[in-house]
């Protein structure tokens, strides 16, 4: 059994942003109706409190390494929920799981409150907008410093609820308006699932804390499947994996600075670290097991198919993300769970990069987003572009980048690790895995050619376009990119396999906390030239993209028209949120207009309410008639009374 130390620093790391998001809450409420606002403030309230929880994770992190490998540093603030024998405490833990988490979680949150310094500061909401990042940045810090379900859920309902703030941030516009209620509602479907397989341990084990859990695997065996298969629901949830997966794409009508925040560092990654965390409940059950990693490839998938003919540069990430979540979802559902982190770590790096470079891009273009009217601009933001190619070959899996380490690993993995389901899947999940791979590489390669390579194209449309000398970038956003690049270049040397001659010291490291699988079915001399392939795949992807976008722009145009029907289906994303309209939520709208409102509501229960009044005034009326003031009636009711009585009595006896 792991070392449990008790430790009291925990519960200081979650607070400088939950009293950030406090001060500058009180403080929009005070200047709401001012035109002078103290925006300067107001940022450095928000991005202290975000430094702060990353240096408090540094020293947590420090102390963890000096005790024995396998330690977890645990403090309870106080018993929350006690019932009978049961009871919850709010309580913290801090392994080498979480450790790894928090440290990418804050420093990346951190680069993203000062990026949006500079994003945000023409906008009303400003105050507002901190207030809610740190919100969420608290929100994410609890649920992944939350040492049982029932806290890690409190986070993960936070984030919800954040994401929900901050994606219809612009709530005046309806579409953004509309997109907030639709990421809330999607994630509240996968949350049903999630209690439900709380529910189940409660009920069976009596404890939902992850050190309790793991010491009766006898009793969790029993259930491993039903529960890991309604925790993994929530999970589809919130990291948009099929069929929940289409509220994240919408999401891209917030804030730039939100896209990056959900979609890089915080929510999206709950579900894999939740899968994680259980890691010791799915090992036992090959069956849940294989079905997230069944879902997590066919989303990565599907999603990168319809990443290639969008043009909205967000959409394109957003849809990236999707498939990259896929990625990390074939990992821990082979078993691969340090390899499945290890890619949520590079993720964070370069996907952060990616979309707060796509937000520099916005920013200069005065909220221009289709990269039809972009082009040419590594001439006018040199330093968005050049930080933005390192982040795509990154995400391209080009060596030695930080996403060609985590990726070529889950691959790796994915084909290696035997599955007792259905033996021929590994061979499934690699090849449909590779094949993402390349559409990966090519349609980020045709972001980068669209957006900063060939002639400006924005002067030639007919609408208001700015022009070249109008476009430029600014320090506050750009030195955020910096760092972020050099993560994205570096940050994969943690994970340099054995068979290059590395140590792997991150699969070394999380091994204390994660199951590490056993059983391969392919020899380790396979994987040097599998690596090498992925990397030639990847390559083929960027050359055709730059033959077909840039060099001979004509066969683009050529396969477009050739190919309109499927062309036309890409661009619509499959219709899926036409289909989920019509099968789903138009039934569902109607049933409620004409079931619940007009017979339940209106007739049953209005009906009930408004004809309670008149139908008691008429019993009284009718009663009254014996109120009428002689007492010969009175005496005669009362004898009927009495004799009524007697009666029963006596039949009674």
């Avoid at 000062?114 to 906008?123: A, K, N, Q």
Wanted: proline letters at 3%; a neutral charge.
């Amino acid at each position: 059994m792991d070392k449990i130390i008790q430790y009291d620093l925990l519960g200081w790391i979650v607070l400088p942003p939950l009293l950030g998001s406090f001060i500058n809450g009180l403080i929009h409420l005070i200047y709401i109706k001012k035109e002078q606002k103290p925006k300067t403030l107001s940022a450095l309230i928000a991005i202290i409190a975000s430094a702060l929880t990353f240096i408090l994770t540094l020293i947590v992190w420090k102390d963890l390494l000096q005790y024995p490998e396998g330690s977890i540093l645990k403090q309870k603030l106080w018993d929350w929920i006690t019932v009978g024998g049961f009871n919850i405490s709010l309580s913290f833990q801090f392994d080498a799981l979480t450790s790894v988490m928090l440290l990418f979680i804050t420093f990346v949150a951190t680069l993203i409150h000062i990026y949006s310094v500079g994003y945000m500061h023409e906008d009303e909401g400003f105050i507002k907008f901190f207030s809610y990042l740190n919100l969420f940045l608290f929100s994410m810090l609890t649920l992944v410093l939350g040492d049982n379900l029932i806290v890690l859920f409190i986070g993960w309902e936070g984030v919800g609820l954040c994401s929900y703030l901050l994606i219809s941030f612009w709530f005046t516009d309806k579409e953004k308006a509309e997109a907030g209620k639709k990421a809330f509602i999607t994630n509240r479907i996968g949350d049903a699932g999630f209690l439900v397989g709380i529910f189940i341990l409660l009920n069976v084990l009596g404890t939902v804390t992850f050190t309790d859990l793991m010491a009766q695997k006898e009793v969790l065996a029993s259930i491993a499947t039903i529960v890991g298969i309604a925790l993994f629901i929530g999970a589809t949830g919130k990291s948009a994996q099929i069929p929940l997966y289409v509220w994240l794409p919408d999401a891209m009508a917030g804030p730039t600075p939100v896209s990056a925040l959900i979609h890089a560092a915080t929510m999206v990654t709950a579900g894999v670290y939740l899968v994680a965390r259980m890691n010791f409940l799915y090992i036992l059950t090959p069956v849940a097991s294989t079905i997230v990693a069944t879902i997590g490839v066919i989303t990565a998938f599907f999603a990168a198919t319809i990443a290639i003919a969008q043009y909205d540069i967000k959409k394109v990430l957003a849809y990236s993300t999707v498939s990259q979540l896929g990625y990390m979802f074939l990992g821990v559902g082979v078993g691969a769970y340090t390899a499945g982190i290890f890619h949520v770590m590079t993720h964070a790096f370069f996907k952060a990069l990616l979309f707060l470079g796509a937000g520099s891009v916005i920013h200069a273009l005065h909220h221009e987003q289709d990269i039809r009217n972009m082009g040419g601009l590594i001439k006018k933001i040199p330093i968005t572009a050049w930080t933005f190619i390192i982040a795509w070959l990154a995400i391209a899996g080009i060596p030695p980048f930080a996403g060609f380490f985590s990726k070529d690993e889950i691959l790796w993995k994915a084909l290696s690790i035997e599955n007792h389901v259905i033996p021929w899947l590994p061979k499934f999940y690699y090849i449909v895995g590779i094949i993402t791979a390349i559409l990966t590489a090519f349609y980020m390669s045709r972001l980068v050619i669209l957006t900063f390579l060939g002639e400006y194209r924005g002067n030639k449309q007919n609408h208001d376009h700015h022009t070249h000398h109008e476009i430029k970038e600014y320090p506050i956003m750009y030195i955020p990119l910096i760092v972020l690049a050099v993560f994205s270049a570096i940050a994969g040397f943690v994970g340099i396999p054995h068979v290059l001659g590395g140590h792997n010291y991150i699969e070394h490291y999380l091994s204390s906390v994660v199951v590490v699988p056993e059983g391969h079915n392919v020899p380790h001399e396979y994987e040097i030239p599998l690596m090498i392939l992925s990397v030639i795949l990847a390559i083929i992807g960027i050359l055709i993209a730059f033959w077909v976008f840039l060099w001979k722009k004509e066969i683009s145009e050529a396969i477009a028209n050739r190919y309109r029907s499927l062309k036309q289906l890409l661009e619509n994303k499959y219709y899926i949120d036409e289909i989920y309209e019509a099968l789903i939520l138009k039934p569902i709208r109607k049933f409620a207009d004409q079931i619940a409102y007009k017979m339940i509501d209106f007739f049953i229960i209005d009906g009930f309410v408004n004809g309670l009044g008149p139908f008691l005034y008429g019993v009284g009326s009718r009663l009254r008639i014996i109120h009428n003031g002689k007492i010969q009636t009175y005496i005669v009711l009362m004898y009927l009374g009495f004799v009524m009585l007697l009666y029963l009595f006596l039949f009674q006896i």
